[in-house]
Structure formats: C-alpha cells, structure tokens
C-alpha cells in the first residue's frame, strides 16, 4: 500500500505541486483568524439576522435579494437584486450552523476558488511560467484576501467572472464541439453573477450577447447548447420571477426608475465622465496588483494634467512614492492595454485571438457601465475587473520575454517586477495582520468581530443582571456600533438600546454605557453630567459606564 502511493506521489507533475503550494498558501492568507478578523458592520447584521430567521423557520425563503441603494430613490422605489446571496448564507448556516462566521463562508469559498479557476484561464493564452507566476501574486494579492474574508454580495464576484469569461471562451473556441459542462457553467456564471450585483445586471448579458450574436452567425446550430444556457438561468431566477408576478413586476419597474433618476441627476458631459472613468480604471488596477496608495480613486491623472491648484493634492505631489505609484500605474495600464489592443489584430493563433478578444470585450462593455458608479468610487466597486491588471501585467512580461528572449537582463527584470509587487502585498497584508494583533482595527467607521466581541462581554459584565442596556455617545460611534453589538447582546438574552444624545427617557435602574474615541487623555470622571462609574479601552475605541 505505501508503495502505491508513492508511485502516485511520483506521477504528480512538479507544475501541480507548485499551484498546490500557491493555492494553499492562499487558503491559509483568507482563514487565518477569520473569525476575530471578519469585517461585521450594519450590513452584515441586516444579512445575517434576516438568513437566521429563515434558519429558524421564523421566515420563509426570500425571493429577493440586496437592495441598489441610491439616496435619489424613495425607498418604496429601490431595487433588489436576485436572492442567490442569501440562499448561500442560509445553506452556509444550515450546515455549519448560523453564526456570523458561517454567513461569511459562501464568499470564502468562492475567493479560494477562484485561485486555481485564474490559472485555468490564464493557461489558454500565457505560458506555464507566467501563469504560475500570475496565479501566486493574486493568491497573495492584499485586495483579493480582503474581499474574501467577510460577507457582502459582490466578494465573489472574482469567481464568476472567471467562470463565465471561461466558459465563453469555451464556446468560441469549441463552437459546436463545447463539452456540457462548460454549456452548464455558462448558464451558472450568468444566472448567479446578475444576483450579485447591478453592474453584473447589465455587464454579464451584454458580453454573453455579443459573443451569442457572432457564434451563431458562424453555425445557427448551436441555438440548442444555447437554449440550455438559457435555461439554467432562468431556473436560477426563479425567485425573482415569481416576485414580480405577485407584485405585478414592481421591482422591474423600480430598476428602469432608478436609471431615470440617475440619467436625471448624474453630470452627461460625455467626455469629462470618460477621463474620470480612465483615470480611475488606471488608478484601480495598479492598486488592486500592488495594494499601493489609497482604496478611493482621486482623479489623480486628471489632476496632474490640469494643475490642480488644490493645496492637499500639491502636497500629495512632494512625496517620491506618489509618482511612483503615478508612474507605474500609467505603465502598466497603456502598455498592457495596447499590448491587449495590439495583439488582439496580429495574434494569427485562433485560440489565443479569441482569449484576447474576449478580454477586449469584457474590459471595453466594463470601461462604459463602470461609469456609473463614478458618484462613488471606491475601488471595492472595480472588483469585477480584479482580473484585469494581473493579465495586463502578464502581456507585458510575456511581450519582454519574447521580444528580448536572449537577453538574461529582461528575464531579471522581469523576476524583479513580479518580486516589487509580491513584495508590496506582503507589506499591505503584514499591516494589515499587525492592526488586529494590536487590537486597533476597530474605529469610528469600521467593526470586526473579534474586537467588537471584547465589548459586548464587556457590556453584558456591567449589565447589572438587566434584560436592557443603553449606549449613548458621538453620533458616529453609536451609529457604527450600535447594530453590530446589538446582535453580539442578542445572543445573550441583552437588549441594546441606542439613545443618541440622551433624547430617549433612560429608566433609572437601566445600565448606561457611553461609547467613544480613545486617546491618550485621562479618562473622564463624568459625561454629560453623570458620574462614570467604569471605563475600559478597547483599542481606538473606550466604552464608559455611567451612573444612572
């Protein structure tokens, strides 16, 4: 027995051991203390307290999904995406048990997953070396672990745009010969991708449409494989169907209002939106390759060509690491983007054509839809391109690698490029896993659990065996905490009331709590003229008792 398996042992190929390696060293980056780490703000309280009661059997199945937020829409008017995200959480909590780890897992998941779905992609057109080597960065890649480690309906989006762009691919180079499995996945990427978010909505059927249109112009016959697709989508969408039959297609009506009222409100000076689209584009992809700078696009290209006479931004311009992030973002988008454009009409290749081709497609339809999100761009909404810059950076060293092949310096140079940004992610992920190590993650704008947990035992050891407590404080503080502590009491049998300001008449014998910024000052000996009774920090945050 020990000799067959190391016969087998012996079979396994050298590349599978090193993806092996990559895969499980991404594994690990997304796990390690998910739990004390996960990100669990008023959202993830919403999501998981309504899977919950599905759980419970206290709610039926919902038949629909997240809410489009848009502060120009009445509420009664806002559009809901399909319910796919929720029957994940739900699932998750049916198996492992509901928790708010557990409603996490789906994303999880799906962020490990889509690891060696990457390689399986980037094989069709690069060489096993540069695939390897793209695949390790973005097992690495700070942006990707980020949006893999807590719940929140777009994080898996990486994997279905893979899923779907393989699948795709699959078709054109296949035709009529394309295995069922990838006709299945098609239908699954499409039907599961437009329940993840609005860009996905429009973005998905778009691409699927034109690469539709041009195949069965080349062979009518394949309308069958394609009705299969169609199918399996619409079984994914069930839910929704059935919703807009019993509510008379009022959420397809609440989607084409909140594009009038956005194509009302947003600014329509086609070329100024382009630039900024551009600029944020360029700014987003080196970001999400190297984690360098800020998560928010500035419009720093922009700014640059126009002198901004901004006194921040000049600043900003004085620091030697600005223009290096400047400078190697505009790199690294104009030359992959014209290696992309380039290749795309000289590649005499069929397979690698449509592999270009496609990418070509799927980032073009992006760059125009991505517009809308332009009132609010942060670089978490550029998380259906997160493929993009690590391919843009693959046609650049497979470009080098080709064109100066002799040459030992380029191959150097290329091992350094992939050494900066592996390097640069590390730094990111390293701060990162300091911040909680300190117990410092915690602020005036971000909750996660393991630190948020210290605080809510905190507020059930100085309840005073009631059933109700209060927290007052700065607006910001309640407004952030008050949700997510909320549910942490819950579990144990505490009610948490939110009097902001003291405006709600507290009862005499209930607990009070004031919840604030820490510092460095002595802790104050009475709040808004009450004795404090108690007090402990909890990283950047302190939480008084008061005398009530």
């Known amino acids: 027995m020990g000799n067959f398996f190391k016969d087998k042992l012996k079979k ?61 829409v009445p509420e009664e008017n806002i559009f809901c995406l399909g319910p796919i995200y929720y029957y994940f959480q739900i699932i998750s909590g049916k198996i492992f048990g509901p928790s708010s780890e557990t409603m996490a897992y789906p994303d999880l998941l799906f962020g490990i997953l889509a690891i060696p779905l990457f390689y399986l992609f980037l094989k069709r057109f690069f060489s096993l070396n540069i695939s390897l080597a793209l695949t390790g960065l973005f097992s690495v890649s700070f942006f990707a672990i980020k949006y893999s480690r807590f719940a929140w309906n777009p994080n898996s989006t990486p994997f279905f745009v893979l899923l779907l762009l393989l699948s795709l691919y699959e078709f054109m180079t296949n035709k009529e010969r394309v295995d069922w499995k990838w006709i299945a996945s098609l239908g699954i990427a499409i039907g599961i991708g437009i329940q993840l978010h609005a860009i996905l909505l429009i973005l998905f059927p778009a691409t699927t449409l034109f690469i539709f249109v041009f195949l069965m112009k080349k062979n009518w016959r394949l309308w069958k494989k394609w009705a299969v697709v169609l199918a399996v989508v619409v079984f994914l969408y069930i839910p929704q169907i059935i919703n807009e039959f019993e509510t008379g297609f009022m959420n397809s009506r609440n989607f084409v209002y909140s594009l009038e009222t956005k194509n009302r409100n947003e600014n ?7 630039g900024e689209d551009a600029d944020c ?53 104009a030359f992959g983007y014209g290696l992309l454009i380039y290749h795309s009409f000289k590649e005499t290749n069929e397979r690698k054509k ?51 092949y002799r040459r030992s310096l380029v191959v150097s140079i290329s091992i350094c490029i992939f050494i900066f940004f592996l390097t640069t992610n590390i730094f990111s992920i390293q701060s990162f896993a300091k911040e909680f190590s300190a117990n410092t993650a915690n602020d005036a704008h971000f909750v996660f659990l393991g630190e948020t947990e210290h605080m809510a035992n905190y507020l059930v050891d100085y309840s005073k065996n009631q059933n109700e407590i209060y927290l ?35 009862p005499p014998e209930k607990p009070l709590f004031y919840i604030t910024q820490n510092s460095d000052e002595k802790p104050d000996l009475e709040i808004r003229d009450r004795k404090v009774e108690n007090y402990k920090n909890f990283g950047r945050i302190r939480i008084y008792q008061l005398e009530n």
């Open 268 to 274: 329509n000076n086609l070329l100024k939106n382009i």
């Open 472 to 506: 007052i404080g700065g607006s910001m503080y309640v407004s952030t905490f008050s949700k997510p502590l909320g549910y942490l009491l819950e579990k144990q049998q505490l009610t948490l009331i939110p009097a902001e300001n003291m405006v709600r008449v507290i």
């Open 354 to 404: 449509y592999f270009l081709r496609l990418i070509t497609l799927y980032a073009t339809l992006s760059f125009f839809i991505m517009q809308s999100i332009l009132v609010n761009p942060e670089f978490r909404y550029f998380i259906n391109t997160l493929f993009i810059p690590f391919i843009l950076l693959g046609f650049i060293i497979d470009f080098l690698l080709k064109k100066f």
């Open 281 to 333: 584009h360029i700014e987003a992809n080196f970001f999400m390759l190297s984690s360098l700078g800020e998560n928010t696009c500035n419009l720093s290209y922009i700014k640059i060509l126009f002198s901004s006479k901004s006194a921040k931004f000049i600043a900003k311009t004085k620091n030697n690491i600005f223009w290096l992030e400047i400078i190697s973002g505009f790199l690294l988008s």
């Open 12 to 72: 396994i190929s050298k590349t599978s051991w090193v993806l092996l390696g990559i895969i499980l060293i991404g594994i690990f980056l997304r796990t390690y203390h998910f739990h004390d780490w996960l990100y669990f703000v008023t959202d993830q309280v919403r999501d998981t307290s309504s899977a919950e009661k599905v759980i419970r059997g206290e709610a039926p199945w919902p038949l629909l999904g997240p809410s489009m937020r848009n502060s120009a």
